[in-house]
């Protein structure tokens, strides 16, 4: 009787085994599935910063540029009164 007593542990130790195996794989591919989320969101994220970075570069660079010609018809107009 005490053979099959160490065959069950045996036994029932091997599947607390393989159970705690696939309790960890399975966490492990649920944190490299929400890394990938995480970087694809972040990517995105950063990606969409830029596009509004450029555009803010752009119409700065046109306000800029109506104001030089502001400026420029201005002291034309001053500097040749009517």
Same mark, same amino acid.
């Given at each position: 009787? *005490?053979? +099959?007593?160490?065959?069950?542990? *045996? *036994?029932?130790?091997?599947? +607390?085994?393989?159970?705690?195996?696939?309790?960890?794989?399975?966490?492990?591919?649920?944190?490299?599935?929400?890394?990938?989320?995480?970087? /694809?969101?972040?990517?995105h994220?950063?990606?969409?910063? &830029?596009?509004?970075?450029? /555009?803010? *570069?752009?119409?700065?660079?046109?306000?800029?540029?109506?104001?030089?010609?502001?400026?420029?018809?201005?002291?034309?107009?001053?500097? &040749?009164?009517?």
């Amino acid at each position: 009787m *005490s053979e +099959r007593g160490d065959e069950d542990e *045996s *036994s029932l130790s091997d599947a +607390r085994s393989n159970l705690q195996s696939l309790v960890e794989d399975h966490d492990v591919n649920t944190l490299r599935s929400a890394h990938e989320e995480a970087r /694809k969101t972040l990517d995105h994220q950063i990606n969409t910063i &830029n596009e509004v970075d450029d /555009k803010a *570069s752009e119409i700065l660079r046109y306000c800029l540029l109506f104001i030089g010609v502001i400026v420029t018809a201005a002291s034309i107009v001053a500097a &040749n009164p009517l």
